[in-house]
Nanobody, 121 residues
Framework: QVQLVESGGGLVQPGGSLRLSCAAS????????MGWFRQVEGSQRELVAT???????NYADSVKGRFTITRDNAKNTVDLQMNSLKPEDTAVYYC???????????????WGQGTQVTVSS
């Protein structure tokens, strides 16, 4: 079974930085994409950044130039470096991936448990 474990959320002042990390584990055969979404209570979950395997990264317009997504394919991890944070970045951040595994031999979506990021003075 595939699991995603996130870390790195917390409270930061406006203009500060945080780094989120996510590690995928389990009977992974292939990873097609890894990325991050976020959700504010009462709103839809929205894309923050994604990085397909061998493809181009994709960022939400609201985070371009401030956030950077990176992957370590050998470790099956994805990180999100968040700089110049704003109060409107406050949300629960979810790690996301599309994986083929030995348990599910088809392309399936997986979500992490979510980590709270709060930007406030």
């Amino acid at each position: 079974q595939v699991q995603l474990v996130e870390s790195g959320g917390g409270l930061v002042q406006p203009g500060g930085s945080l780094r989120l990390s996510c590690a995928a584990s389990g009977s992974i055969v292939s990873i097609y994409v890894m990325g991050w979404f976020r959700q504010v209570e009462g709103s839809q979950r929205e894309l923050v950044a994604t990085m397909p395997t061998g493809g181009y990264t994709n960022y939400a317009d609201s985070v371009k130039g401030r956030f950077t997504i990176t992957r370590d394919n050998a470790k099956n991890t994805v990180d999100l470096q968040m700089n110049s944070l704003k109060p409107e970045d406050t949300a629960v951040y979810y790690c996301y991936t599309e994986i083929t595994s030995r348990d599910r031999p088809y392309r399936a979506r997986y979500w992490g448990q979510g980590t709270q990021v709060t930007v406030s003075s």
